[in-house]
């Protein structure tokens, strides 16, 4: 059974930084590509960054130079550093493996002073 469990969201002031983690348990993670998507309120659900299974990342150009996406494969562990956070990256955060078609509860981050 696939399942991906994030943490670390919650809120921070504009400016902060954030870490979120994602856990995977279920499937070959260090051969598995993950994702990070976000879904903010009343907004189509967005892809933030992937990273593959030899490292490569991909990011969208909205938090390019701000969030970088990283693994530990010995640990099953998918994780997001957020920097310089802006209101604008409000959103509910999700884990996401494609080939698995599976997707974590998510976390909620909220950028506000």
């Known amino acids: 059974q696939v399942q991906l469990v994030e943490s670390g969201g919650g809120l921070v002031q504009p400016g902060g930084s954030l870490r979120l983690s994602c856990v995977a348990s279920g499937i070959i993670f260090s051969r598995s590509a993950m994702d990070w998507y976000r879904q903010a309120p009343g907004k189509e659900r967005e892809l933030v960054a992937r990273?593959?299974?030899?490292?490569?990342?991909v990011y969208a150009e909205s938090v390019k130079g701000r969030f970088t996406i990283f693994r530990d494969n010995a640990k099953s562990t998918m994780y997001l550093q957020m920097n310089s956070l802006k209101p604008e990256d409000t959103a509910v955060y999700y884990c996401?493996?494609?080939?698995?078609?599976?997707w974590g509860q998510g976390t909620q981050v909220t950028v506000s002073s």
């Open positions: 990273i593959s299974s030899t490292g490569t990342k």
């Open positions: 996401h493996q494609m080939g698995y078609r599976a």
